[in-house]
Protein backbone atom coordinates (compact mmCIF):
# COMPACT_ATOMS: atom_id res chain seq x y z
CA UNK A 1 0.00 0.00 0.00
CA UNK A 2 1.53 3.41 -0.92
CA UNK A 3 2.00 6.26 1.67
CA UNK A 4 0.55 9.19 1.82
CA UNK A 5 2.67 12.05 1.69
CA UNK A 6 2.85 13.43 5.22
CA UNK A 7 1.00 16.45 5.95
CA UNK A 8 3.05 19.91 6.73
CA UNK A 9 1.38 20.96 10.14
CA UNK A 10 0.24 24.58 8.67
CA UNK A 11 -0.96 25.80 12.30
CA UNK A 12 2.81 24.55 13.66
CA UNK A 13 4.67 26.10 11.00
CA UNK A 14 3.09 29.69 11.96
CA UNK A 15 2.93 29.29 15.24
CA UNK A 16 6.98 28.52 15.14
CA UNK A 17 7.70 31.03 12.55
CA UNK A 18 4.95 34.12 13.69
CA UNK A 19 3.62 34.03 10.60
CA UNK A 20 7.03 35.44 8.72
CA UNK A 21 6.87 34.16 5.20
CA UNK A 22 10.22 34.98 4.74
CA UNK A 23 11.52 33.30 8.03
CA UNK A 24 9.73 30.09 6.86
CA UNK A 25 11.01 30.04 3.39
CA UNK A 26 14.66 30.40 4.86
CA UNK A 27 13.89 27.31 7.33
CA UNK A 28 12.95 24.89 4.14
CA UNK A 29 15.70 26.45 1.88
CA UNK A 30 18.01 25.69 5.21
CA UNK A 31 16.52 22.41 5.21
CA UNK A 32 16.39 21.15 1.75
CA UNK A 33 20.02 22.50 1.12
CA UNK A 34 21.72 21.81 4.32
CA UNK A 35 19.80 19.65 6.63
CA UNK A 36 19.26 16.41 3.78
CA UNK A 37 22.88 15.59 3.38
CA UNK A 38 22.70 14.73 7.02
CA UNK A 39 20.05 11.95 6.09
CA UNK A 40 22.89 10.34 4.13
CA UNK A 41 25.21 10.39 7.31
CA UNK A 42 22.27 8.64 9.38
CA UNK A 43 21.61 6.21 6.50
CA UNK A 44 25.68 5.39 6.64
CA UNK A 45 25.34 4.80 10.51
CA UNK A 46 22.35 2.33 9.68
CA UNK A 47 24.45 0.34 7.09
CA UNK A 48 27.59 0.09 9.65
CA UNK A 49 24.56 -0.78 12.67
CA UNK A 50 26.27 2.51 14.46
CA UNK A 51 23.52 2.69 16.82
CA UNK A 52 25.11 5.16 18.84
CA UNK A 53 25.58 7.13 15.55
CA UNK A 54 22.37 6.83 14.48
CA UNK A 55 20.78 8.15 17.54
CA UNK A 56 23.45 10.62 17.76
CA UNK A 57 22.53 11.95 14.07
CA UNK A 58 18.26 11.74 14.65
CA UNK A 59 19.29 14.07 17.53
CA UNK A 60 20.75 16.76 15.49
CA UNK A 61 18.24 16.25 12.62
CA UNK A 62 15.08 16.28 15.13
CA UNK A 63 14.34 19.93 15.54
CA UNK A 64 14.56 20.85 11.89
CA UNK A 65 11.83 18.04 10.79
CA UNK A 66 9.36 19.77 13.13
CA UNK A 67 11.05 23.03 11.91
CA UNK A 68 9.48 22.49 8.48
CA UNK A 69 5.96 21.36 9.73
CA UNK A 70 6.51 17.72 9.14
CA UNK A 71 5.34 17.25 12.68
CA UNK A 72 4.22 13.50 11.84
CA UNK A 73 7.83 12.64 10.75
CA UNK A 74 9.52 14.48 14.14
CA UNK A 75 7.46 12.30 16.47
CA UNK A 76 8.95 8.97 14.36
CA UNK A 77 12.10 10.11 13.92
CA UNK A 78 12.15 11.16 17.95
CA UNK A 79 11.22 7.19 17.94
CA UNK A 80 14.10 5.87 15.65
CA UNK A 81 16.66 8.03 18.02
CA UNK A 82 15.35 6.89 21.21
CA UNK A 83 14.78 2.94 19.97
CA UNK A 84 18.76 3.32 18.20
CA UNK A 85 19.93 4.43 21.91
CA UNK A 86 18.65 1.27 23.49
CA UNK A 87 20.68 -1.45 22.20
CA UNK A 88 18.33 -2.33 19.07
CA UNK A 89 17.46 -4.91 17.42
CA UNK A 90 18.68 -4.67 13.79
CA UNK A 91 15.91 -5.34 11.80
CA UNK A 92 13.74 -3.11 14.63
CA UNK A 93 15.61 -0.20 14.01
CA UNK A 94 16.04 -0.63 10.25
CA UNK A 95 12.38 -0.86 9.61
CA UNK A 96 11.67 1.91 11.62
CA UNK A 97 14.15 3.45 9.05
CA UNK A 98 13.00 2.39 6.58
CA UNK A 99 9.53 3.55 7.39
CA UNK A 100 10.47 7.27 8.39
CA UNK A 101 12.86 7.29 5.17
CA UNK A 102 9.41 6.18 2.91
CA UNK A 103 7.77 9.20 4.08
CA UNK A 104 10.41 11.46 4.20
CA UNK A 105 10.86 10.98 0.14
CA UNK A 106 6.97 11.09 -0.01
CA UNK A 107 7.45 15.11 1.83
CA UNK A 108 9.87 16.65 0.13
CA UNK A 109 8.13 17.33 -3.19
CA UNK A 110 5.47 19.01 -0.90
CA UNK A 111 8.27 20.95 0.96
CA UNK A 112 9.71 21.81 -2.45
CA UNK A 113 6.25 22.65 -4.01
CA UNK A 114 5.40 24.93 -0.70
CA UNK A 115 8.95 26.53 -0.85
CA UNK A 116 8.42 27.66 -4.61
CA UNK A 117 4.53 28.62 -3.71
CA UNK A 118 6.23 30.78 -0.81
CA UNK A 119 9.17 32.18 -2.63
CA UNK A 120 6.43 33.68 -4.67
CA UNK A 121 5.77 37.07 -3.09
CA UNK A 122 2.18 36.99 -5.25
CA UNK A 123 0.76 33.90 -3.97
CA UNK A 124 -0.94 33.32 -0.41
CA UNK A 125 1.08 32.60 2.76
CA UNK A 126 -0.68 30.04 4.64
CA UNK A 127 -3.05 27.51 3.82
Do not use: C
Request: aromatic share 6%; charged share 20%.
Amino acid sequence: MPLTAPAIDYPRLDRLHGGSRGQIVSVLHLFLDEVMPDFDQLEAGMAQQNWVGVADVAHKIVPWVGMVGLTSLEMELRQLEQYAKSAPEPEGVISRWNHFKAGLEQALPVLRSELDRLADPTSPTIP
